[in-house]
């Protein structure tokens, strides 16, 4: 019913940029909350940014500063502009999205399929 996709991840330097794109389509009535988590290997996914439909936002500790998430509701796109990256940002990045359908008008949560970004020098 709706699908979300990642894109953006990439290989990139210490302290470089990689901006990541999450595009929502399907039956979509509303999008509620947006976020980004990731998953580094041997570890558990964890909350990155999320981003409220009034844009209202929260980040882990761990990326504040570094990381800005953002979206366009008219196109249903979350983006996450990461800056000033190191090693322990290596990790598959998801994105998810808090979302009320227009078939059966019912909330759920639906997550992309991921995308790597691997910090490496």
């Known amino acids: 019913q709706v699908q979300l996709v990642e894109s953006g991840g990439d290989l990139v330097q210490p302290g470089g940029s990689l901006r990541l794109s999450c595009a929502a389509s399907?039956?979509?009535?509303?999008?509620?909350?947006m976020g980004w988590y990731r998953q580094a290997p041997g570890k558990q996914r964890e909350l990155v940014a999320r981003?409220?439909?009034?844009?209202?936002?929260i980040y882990a500790d761990s990326v504040k500063g570094r990381f800005t998430i953002s979206r366009d509701n008219a196109n249903n796109t979350v983006y996450l502009q990461m800056n000033s990256l190191n090693l322990e940002d290596t990790a598959v990045y998801y994105c998810?999205?808090?979302?009320?359908?227009?078939?059966?008008?019912?909330?759920?949560?639906?997550w992309g399929q991921g995308t790597q970004v691997t910090v490496s020098s």
């Open positions: 998810n999205a808090d979302v009320r359908t227009r078939t059966d008008l019912l909330r759920r949560v639906y």
């Open positions: 399907g039956s979509i009535a509303y999008i509620y909350t």
């Open positions: 981003i409220t439909a009034s844009s209202n936002t």
